[in-house]
């Protein structure tokens, strides 16, 4: 009997020849693995991420599934002749290549606790409103770094069960880990002298004082400005219940 490997020219029981089409495949497959361990696509200028997961060469306006299919496509005559054409007219128009972007890596800081904190209620004696304080220390606060501060919706964090009834305030400063308190979900008044901030250097204290914003208030303590400037004012007992609504009946007389 001929055996199969004698039929392909090839030594017994070595397997049969490779054809053509299959060395070319591998050859292909190796240079492409070899172009994704040596080349850095971030600093090539026409690859894109789209929102959609795969890539594009913005020169040929190609769509590709990999990365691998992407460097293979750039070794292709299409993308070397548009690259040609693109150097050509860059260079009668004057134009460089786009820059490519730069990726900032993140700062990886080390958290050392949390800061030390004192929180006060206060009431302002002639309005009425409602104040908090507080009071953060970071004794061991890197250099040339400012606590910094804000306000985060209720919906926004993902510890707690979502709920419309509060929000949270947040404080920061490195090395520290950042931590947050839960206060009603109201108005803050941000008019001048109702939110403070302070950062001691010396003794390294972040302060911050704001005041809840009270509607009912204000609407009363208008009405009593306006029949104060109109000099008008209402005798006591003539009508019942609050200044609002004693200014309410006035005015509609």
Known sequence: FITMDRDWGAKAGTGGVVSEDIANRD??????QLAIDTVDLGSDPYFM?????????????????????????TQGRKHQENLAKRALRDAKEGYALPAPKKR?????????????????????PKTGQRSLVFQIEYPEIAEDIQP???????????????????????????????????????????????????????KLSFTLQFYFRDRELEKETEGASYMQRTGNMIPQGAYPGTLMQAVQQFTRQ
């Open 49 to 73: 991420k789209n929102h959609l997961g795969s890539y594009e060469c913005k020169l040929c306006l190609t769509l590709h599934t990999n990365e691998g299919s992407y460097l293979a496509h």
């Open 148 to 202: 910094r501060h804000r306000f985060m919706s209720s919906f926004e964090q993902h510890v707690e069960p979502a709920d419309k009834n509060y929000q949270y305030l947040l404080f920061a400063a490195e090395p520290y880990e950042t931590i947050a308190f839960k206060i009603p979900n109201e108005e803050v008044d941000k008019e001048p002298g109702k939110f403070f901030t302070n950062w001691d250097r010396e």
């Open 27 to 32: 050859r292909r497959d190796r240079l492409r």
């Open 104 to 124: 900032v890596a993140p700062r990886k800081t080390v958290k050392i606790g949390r800061p030390g904190y004192k929180v006060s209620k206060q009431r302002d």
